[in-house]
């Protein structure tokens, strides 16, 4: 065993009393280390938590990338694209696109005897991927969507009406429940009227989305706008890694759009991703990160100080012990290392208490959900916690070696102590 991790072992295993003052800072250091780590892992979670959830809520509404009519794009009209089997297939087929689905935009208007309401219906079909939808379904049940007309030769009415999801927000606006019938009206030409039964309600807490999104059968949103065949609003297409969505974007224009691919109707296709398509949502979620430094360089430097002060307290305390090292020809860059491996003990069992507390908390978080929040301003009703583990491994070790390195030079002190004084130092 080297002989200055000897020394720092035996030293940081005495439990005599003699050493009245180096014990309490040894402690002060030791939580000042725990704490840094532990809110360091509490805040990576909660900010990785809340970015990632209210990303997936704008992409749950608007996919990761779209392909549209060029001409509809900065506009407030619906121009339709036609998008047939052969053409869906070979958007799926792009490297990085992991599914491709039809939708269907439309405005109307929700009325009930009492009150009325203007929203958007999105039509969807059969191959829509429904996943987010299931997970913020807080009434009923989804249905089976269709790009067909579910009952052909019945008229729409009341006693034959067809499925629709509703938001909280409308359904409380309205006074709705699942299984009630309510009518939507359409202006265009003339006015026409849609009988719809509600399925289902949702709630994502997202106001732009909740006060505005309802969702319907293709086939409808297609006969509202006067849309046939293959015609739709658009595609949308879902990315296996999200990490990797300007790559996709970039292979979609290289393999799609770029070479002004058109329909076979003669529309050109473009392609818009969910950055382009909310770039102040996506902006602010950036502005987090500098919150995350902030902390992150708060904590080290609680870390580090706290270290600090310990260390000056412990090499004080120890100043008899020094001047007989030196007087036994111990240089120097021995002592310091004994000194920095007596840290390293301190850091560790500071490293073990923030990890337990850190991960405590965010497991507690996760499963009992026990701080809520205000869902019209953080657009969560709960705290949400991510569990990392490359990213807990990756503090842990960033802030052992900062810890040390910042002791580096305090370590120095050793060198000021003479053995002459320092073994009559009382």
């Known amino acids: 065993m080297r002989l200055p991790l000897f020394i720092a072992r035996r030293i940081y295993g005495q439990t005599d009393d003699r050493k009245k003052v180096s014990r309490p800072a040894i402690h002060i250091a030791t939580a000042g280390v725990a704490i840094g780590l532990a809110v360091m892992i509490v805040t990576v979670a909660v900010v990785l938590g ?3 959830t209210i ?19 900065g506009t407030q009209g619906v121009l339709p694209v036609c998008m047939n089997d052969s053409m869906m297939a070979e958007l799926e087929a792009i490297p990085g696109i992991r599914h491709a689905e039809r939708y269907t935009m439309t405005q109307g208007i929700l009325k009930t005897d009492q009150d009325f309401l203007g929203v958007m219906f999105k039509g969807i079909g059969p191959e829509y991927d429904t996943t987010f939808l299931r997970e913020n379904i807080v009434e009923g049940h989804l249905p089976t969507f269709s790009d ?23 359904a409380d606006k309205l006074k709705l429940h699942t299984g009630d019938i309510i009518y939507a009206y359409f202006i265009a030409d003339h006015v026409s009227r849609i009988a719809f039964q509600v399925s ?27 849309f046939k065949g293959n015609q739709c609003s658009g595609a949308e297409l879902l990315v296996d890694d999200f990490d990797q969505l300007e790559a996709a974007d970039r292979h979609v224009i290289d393999h799609f759009t770029q070479v002004g691919r058109i329909d076979s109707e003669g529309n050109t296709l473009t392609n818009i991703n969910i950055h382009q398509s909310y770039p102040t949502v996506f902006q602010w979620l950036d502005l987090l990160d500098i919150n995350v430094w902030i902390i992150l360089g708060l904590m080290i430097a609680l870390a580090g100080f706290t270290m600090i002060s310990g260390l000056l307290i412990i090499i004080l305390e120890r100043t008899q012990m020094i001047g007989v090292l030196k007087a036994l020809g111990a240089r120097n860059s021995l002592i310091r290392r004994t000194f920095l491996w007596f840290a390293v003990f301190i850091i560790g069992r500071g490293l073990l208490w923030g990890n337990i507390l850190g991960i405590g908390i965010v497991f507690l978080q996760k499963t009992t ?20 583990p490359l990213l807990i491994v990756v503090l842990n070790i960033v802030t052992l070696l900062v810890s040390i390195l910042v002791l580096i030079g305090p370590s120095y002190l050793v060198s000021r102590i003479h053995p002459a004084r320092s073994m009559r130092y009382e």
């Open 148 to 170: 067909k007309n579910p009952r052909p030769g019945e008229a729409n009415s009341k006693d034959n009406p067809y499925p629709i999801v509703i938001s909280r927000t409308m």
């Open 369 to 388: 959900g026990l701080v809520r929040l205000d869902p019209q301003t953080y657009y969560v009703s709960e705290a949400p916690m991510e569990f990392t």
């Open 200 to 226: 289902a309600v949702y709630q994502t807490n997202m106001k732009r989305f909740d006060d505005l999104f309802c969702i319907a059968d293709l086939y409808v949103a297609n006969r509202r706008n006067g």
């Open 50 to 52: 809340f970015k990632h």
């Open 55 to 73: 990303r997936d809520k704008v992409v749950g509404f608007g996919s990761h990338i779209q392909v549209v009519n060029v001409r509809s794009v």
